[in-house]
T-cell receptor, first 113, second 114 residues
Framework: QKEVEQNSGPLSVPEGAIASLNCTYSDRGSQSFFWYRQYSGKSPELIMSIYSNGDKEDGRFTAQLNKASQYVSLLIRDSQPSDSATYLCAVGTNAGNNRKLIWGLGTSLAVNP | IAGITQAPTSQILAAGRRMTLRCTQDMRHNAMYWYRQDLGLGLRLIHYSNTAGTTGKGEVPDGYSVSRANTDDFPLTLASAVPSQTSVYFC?????????????FGPGTRLTVL
């Protein structure tokens, strides 16, 4: 059973701080990794994708991937109250010709003004 | 249309009734998916379609059916709704032709079965 694990939180950080969200996965063959943001009552929105070991930066967001440790993280710099949401980690898997995502249950982030 | 649309936005349905949730995308993505999202259980894949004319079962397919007559539309049908199908349903699409897994979601349908 392929799994993606996240701490459910809530993770609470003060405005302006760095929020660090973590995700581990079980399938060593996974090649693609994604972070989605989901506001309450809304649909998941893709914010970061990463495919290679190391860091990938996009604005205030940095995704970090370590395939040897089967670990992917999301750093949010200068956190804002508008970043308060649930962050979903998803890992791409190939089963024959089927490309699917395995989803974590999400980490709830609260950024306090 | 920009992206993925779903209809209806919300629905209250009597148990035993038939219901079709609609999903349309205008991005010409080849793959489409239906998920349900329940508190504590996360996103669970119901059915998927890798290309028009083909469909496959996800992890929770029982009680649901899909069809993919063309690239743009991927309706989900509940033949005889039961209260356990009360959930938020999301449709998503992906351009697997480019080799990616990125999925893009519609706004969702909130379904209540009484």
């Amino acid at each position: 059973q392929k799994e993606v694990e996240q701490n459910s939180g809530p993770l609470s950080v003060p405005e302006g701080a760095i929020a660090s969200l973590n995700c581990t996965y079980s399938d060593r063959g996974s090649q693609s990794f994604f972070w989605y943001r989901q506001y309450s009552g809304k649909s998941p929105e893709l914010i970061m994708s990463i495919y290679s070991n190391g860091d990938k930066e996009d604005g205030r967001f940095t995704a970090q991937l370590n395939k040897a440790s089967q670990y992917v993280s999301l750093l949010i710099r200068d956190s804002q109250p508008s970043d308060s949401a649930t962050y979903l980690c998803a890992v791409g898997t190939n089963a024959g010709n089927n490309r699917k995502l395995i989803w974590g249950l999400g980490t709830s982030l609260a950024v306090n003004p | 249309i920009a992206g993925i649309t779903q209809a209806p936005t919300s629905q209250i349905l009597a148990a035993g009734r038939r219901m079709t949730l609609r999903c349309t995308q205008d991005m010409r993505h080849n793959a489409m998916y239906w998920y349900r999202q329940d508190l504590g259980l996360g996103l669970r894949l119901i059915h998927y379609s890798n290309t028009a004319g083909t469909t496959g079962k996800g992890e929770v397919p029982d009680g649901y059916s899909v069809s993919r007559a063309n690239t743009d539309d991927f309706p989900l049908t509940l033949a005889s709704a039961v209260p356990s199908q009360t959930s938020v349903y999301f449709c998503a699409s992906s351009d697997q032709g480019r080799g990616g897994h990125e999925q893009f979601f519609g706004p969702g349908t909130r379904l209540t079965v009484l």
